[in-house]
Nanobody, 126 residues
Framework: QVQLVESGGGLVQAGGSLRLSCAAS????????VGWFRQAPGKEREFVAA????????RYTDSVKGRFTISRDNAKNTVYLQMNSLKPEDTAVYYC???????????????????WGQGTQVTVSS
Protein backbone atom coordinates (compact mmCIF):
# COMPACT_ATOMS: atom_id res chain seq x y z
CA GLN A 1 0.00 0.00 0.00
CA VAL A 2 1.23 3.46 -0.91
CA GLN A 3 -0.31 6.54 0.66
CA LEU A 4 0.17 9.75 -1.29
CA VAL A 5 -0.34 13.29 -0.03
CA GLU A 6 -0.25 16.32 -2.33
CA SER A 7 0.58 19.84 -1.20
CA GLY A 8 1.55 23.19 -2.66
CA GLY A 9 -1.66 24.19 -4.35
CA GLY A 10 -3.17 27.64 -4.01
CA LEU A 11 -4.35 30.78 -5.75
CA VAL A 12 -1.99 32.46 -8.19
CA GLN A 13 -2.29 35.08 -10.91
CA ALA A 14 -1.86 34.18 -14.54
CA GLY A 15 1.83 34.03 -15.39
CA GLY A 16 2.77 32.98 -11.89
CA SER A 17 4.30 29.77 -10.57
CA LEU A 18 3.54 27.04 -8.08
CA ARG A 19 5.38 23.90 -7.05
CA LEU A 20 3.30 20.90 -6.10
CA SER A 21 4.69 18.11 -3.95
CA CYS A 22 3.58 14.49 -3.70
CA ALA A 23 4.87 12.76 -0.59
CA ALA A 24 4.56 9.05 0.00
CA SER A 25 4.28 7.08 3.21
CA UNK A 26 4.05 3.42 4.12
CA UNK A 27 6.18 2.39 1.16
CA UNK A 28 9.11 3.73 -0.83
CA UNK A 29 7.93 5.77 -3.78
CA UNK A 30 11.16 4.89 -5.55
CA UNK A 31 9.57 1.61 -6.64
CA UNK A 32 6.99 3.38 -8.78
CA UNK A 33 6.58 5.59 -11.78
CA VAL A 34 4.51 8.57 -10.65
CA GLY A 35 2.11 10.74 -12.56
CA TRP A 36 0.23 13.97 -12.06
CA PHE A 37 -3.36 14.29 -13.24
CA ARG A 38 -5.82 17.17 -12.97
CA GLN A 39 -9.56 17.55 -12.96
CA ALA A 40 -11.36 20.80 -13.70
CA PRO A 41 -15.01 21.29 -12.72
CA GLY A 42 -17.29 19.38 -15.07
CA LYS A 43 -14.41 17.72 -16.90
CA GLU A 44 -12.74 14.33 -16.92
CA ARG A 45 -9.57 13.78 -14.96
CA GLU A 46 -6.71 14.17 -17.42
CA PHE A 47 -3.05 13.25 -17.56
CA VAL A 48 -0.56 16.07 -16.99
CA ALA A 49 2.91 14.58 -16.52
CA ALA A 50 4.71 11.48 -15.31
CA UNK A 51 8.18 10.30 -14.42
CA UNK A 52 9.82 6.89 -14.27
CA UNK A 53 10.99 5.46 -10.97
CA UNK A 54 14.59 6.38 -11.78
CA UNK A 55 13.68 9.87 -12.92
CA UNK A 56 15.39 9.17 -16.20
CA UNK A 57 12.35 9.60 -18.40
CA UNK A 58 9.40 11.96 -18.32
CA ARG A 59 6.25 12.57 -20.32
CA TYR A 60 3.96 15.59 -20.56
CA THR A 61 0.65 16.42 -22.11
CA ASP A 62 1.05 18.91 -24.94
CA SER A 63 -0.67 21.79 -23.17
CA VAL A 64 1.94 21.96 -20.40
CA LYS A 65 5.13 21.22 -22.33
CA GLY A 66 7.71 23.94 -21.77
CA ARG A 67 5.84 25.27 -18.72
CA PHE A 68 5.66 22.35 -16.26
CA THR A 69 8.53 20.19 -15.03
CA ILE A 70 8.16 16.94 -13.13
CA SER A 71 11.00 15.70 -10.95
CA ARG A 72 11.57 13.39 -8.02
CA ASP A 73 13.78 13.00 -4.98
CA ASN A 74 13.66 9.37 -3.97
CA ALA A 75 15.70 10.07 -0.84
CA LYS A 76 12.82 12.28 0.31
CA ASN A 77 10.17 9.95 -1.08
CA THR A 78 8.69 12.91 -2.94
CA VAL A 79 7.73 13.85 -6.50
CA TYR A 80 7.38 17.46 -7.58
CA LEU A 81 5.53 19.35 -10.28
CA GLN A 82 6.98 22.78 -10.98
CA MET A 83 4.37 24.85 -12.79
CA ASN A 84 5.45 28.09 -14.47
CA SER A 85 3.63 30.55 -16.72
CA LEU A 86 0.33 29.40 -15.31
CA LYS A 87 -2.85 30.06 -17.24
CA PRO A 88 -6.48 30.23 -16.09
CA GLU A 89 -7.12 26.99 -17.99
CA ASP A 90 -4.67 25.25 -15.62
CA THR A 91 -7.20 25.70 -12.82
CA ALA A 92 -8.08 22.25 -11.46
CA VAL A 93 -7.63 19.84 -8.62
CA TYR A 94 -4.24 18.19 -9.13
CA TYR A 95 -3.71 14.57 -8.13
CA CYS A 96 -0.57 12.49 -7.96
CA UNK A 97 -0.72 8.77 -8.57
CA UNK A 98 1.62 5.79 -8.50
CA UNK A 99 1.66 3.61 -11.59
CA UNK A 100 1.06 -0.11 -11.34
CA UNK A 101 4.22 -2.12 -10.98
CA UNK A 102 5.03 -4.11 -14.10
CA UNK A 103 4.00 -1.55 -16.69
CA UNK A 104 7.22 -0.95 -18.58
CA UNK A 105 6.41 2.47 -19.99
CA UNK A 106 4.99 5.79 -18.79
CA UNK A 107 1.24 5.53 -19.07
CA UNK A 108 -1.23 8.38 -19.59
CA UNK A 109 -4.20 6.15 -18.70
CA UNK A 110 -5.86 6.48 -15.31
CA UNK A 111 -6.53 2.71 -14.94
CA UNK A 112 -2.78 2.11 -15.08
CA UNK A 113 -2.38 4.00 -11.79
CA UNK A 114 -3.55 2.22 -8.67
CA UNK A 115 -2.60 4.56 -5.82
CA TRP A 116 -3.98 8.10 -5.69
CA GLY A 117 -3.69 11.09 -3.42
CA GLN A 118 -6.60 13.26 -2.31
CA GLY A 119 -5.68 16.17 -4.54
CA THR A 120 -4.69 19.79 -4.13
CA GLN A 121 -6.56 22.75 -5.61
CA VAL A 122 -4.79 25.06 -8.04
CA THR A 123 -6.61 28.22 -9.04
CA VAL A 124 -5.18 30.63 -11.61
CA SER A 125 -6.84 34.02 -11.84
CA SER A 126 -6.82 36.10 -15.01
Amino acid sequence: QVQLVESGGGLVQAGGSLRLSCAASQRALSNYAVGWFRQAPGKEREFVAAITWTGGSTRYTDSVKGRFTISRDNAKNTVYLQMNSLKPEDTAVYYCAAQRVGIMFISVRRPDYNYWGQGTQVTVSS
